[in-house]
């Protein structure tokens, strides 16, 4: 029984924890070795370390960049265009001799031309959506911060619920033994029934294999932690916070009290951004109907000079092309095609407003549970450790049977792991809320 409830140990809630332009931070070194380093990290280093070397993140800042790129390329659809042609050719069959003179078997032109457009609907729209697609990446890399700073921080409290835990087992293992020791001495004796000592060994064993697995737990968090953090396997974690601090760290009933505006929302952001998108496509859809008007100048100099090219070319050339769209039926079910993803934009956008507010009433009925179940589990610590302790000191004089002693410690161990839980609660459910936030 004891070993089914200390499985389920606070470290559990947080080892699910998702993986999520910011300066490089100075960490101090403990180990001066080639192959390992030891960091010493409070929560906000951790915190700023990982915004720093998170490799998620910055592939997401990547993409950040590569859409500031796209929106430039998209503008650059109204630049003007340049280009230029060098071309020669020859009959092989010499001069040709006419009334006008001869014209020489080879020509060969250079040319420049430069063109401008003057309206291309398609070409605004894009350079619209370039805009929004910078935008989008922007919010986008905003939003993963948030989620990588709540990520890294429920990786730190994970480590320190794991090494909590590990205390108490360690703590109370050396009782336990130190106990059972002294109940095998008397049953030897004769005073005690040799039944009192097999209970209390089989206690020892019980907690015995507990400590096992919070070791193998504690290795996983500092795993989860340094994954998060962009640290290498070999290298070593020391973490200065501990939980009383992350506790008190942050006035609780402030956070629960802070308002919550759906609009500054990032994900809400994002998606009314992508409704925008589809609104520009159908706009472009539109766009198909207008004409396209564009300048151009071309200049052209003959390479082989002869009286007849001399007089036949002009190498200044300029006009406008005017490209005007008559009749398309499938421009016409293009536009009824992203009128329809419009409207379907606009009923996500709404969707997701109403999921959104109901979140926030969850995560704040979250929050409060949490914090009443704290308090209480931090009672009910207080006494089962005071009850233990009255108990030990009935079953060393007699009075106590080796049952009741067993019982009064697998008591201690449950109160003490469902504190625990609760700090986890408080921690994860703190943490969410804030994300929501945007704190």
């Known amino acids: 029984m004891i070993k089914r409830l200390l499985i389920l140990t606070p470290f559990l809630f947080l080892t699910g924890v998702s ?3 910011q300066n490089r931070h100075l960490y101090k070194l403990q ?36 859409a500031f790129y796209g929106k430039w390329e998209a503008a650059g659809n109204y630049l003007p265009q340049a280009s230029g042609t060098v ?12 009334p006008f003179g001869s014209l020489p078997s080879g020509s060969g032109t250079v040319g420049l031309q430069a063109t401008q457009v003057v309206f291309n609907g398609n070409a605004i729209v894009g350079i619209m959506l370039g805009k929004i697609g910078q935008k989008i990446a922007e919010l986008n890399e905003e939003n993963q911060i948030l989620a990588l700073k709540a990520a890294v921080s429920q990786a730190y409290y994970a480590v320190l619920l794991s090494e909590e835990t590990r205390k108490i087992l360690v703590q109370n293992i050396t009782f336990m033994r130190d106990l059972s020791e002294k109940t095998k001495a008397l049953a030897d004796g004769g005073v005690m029934e040799q039944t009192d000592a097999d209970q209390m060994q089989v206690q020892v064993n019980l907690i015995e294999n507990l400590l096992k697995d919070a070791d193998r737990n504690n290795t996983l968090a500092y795993n989860s ?5 962009g640290l290498r396997s070999e290298d070593k974690v020391v973490l200065t916070d501990n939980l009383d601090d992350m506790i008190v760290s942050k006035n609780n ?48 100099y003959n390479m082989v000079s002869s009286p007849m090219n001399d007089i036949m070319s002009r190498p200044h050339l300029a006009g406008i092309q005017v490209n005007i769209p008559i009749f398309s039926t499938p421009n016409i079910y293009k536009y009824k095609q992203a009128n329809i993803d419009y409207q379907n934009a606009r009923l996500n956008s709404d969707l997701m407003h109403d999921q959104m507010l109901i979140k926030e009433q969850q995560l704040r009925f979250n929050f409060r549970t949490a914090l009443e179940q704290y308090e209480t589990q931090k009672l009910n610590s207080s006494v089962a450790t005071r009850v233990l302790g009255s108990i030990q000191l009935k079953y060393t004089a007699g009075v106590k049977s080796a049952m009741e002693m067993t019982t009064a410690n697998s008591d201690y161990l449950r109160a003490q792991t469902d504190y625990l839980t609760a700090v986890a609660k408080v921690l994860q459910a703190r943490a969410d809320l804030e994300q929501l936030l945007g704190m």
């Open 19 to 21: 993986l999520q332009s």
């Open 31 to 66: 180990a001066d070795t080639s192959s390992e380093k030891t960091y010493s990290l409070s929560l906000q280093k951790a915190i700023d370390y990982a915004q720093a070397n998170n490799k998620n993140l910055q592939q997401i800042k990547n993409n950040t960049l590569k």
């Open 87 to 98: 071309e020669y050719s020859n009959s092989l069959e010499g001069d040709l001799i006419t």
């Open 225 to 229: 932690l340094k994954i998060q953090m």
């Open 253 to 300: 009933l402030e956070i629960a009290a802070t308002p919550y505006n759906i609009d500054a929302d990032l994900q809400y952001m994002m998606l009314k951004e992508n409704e925008e998108v589809s609104k520009k496509q159908r706009l472009m859809s539109v766009m198909n109907f207008l004409p396209t008007v564009a300048g151009f100048y071309k200049y052209t």
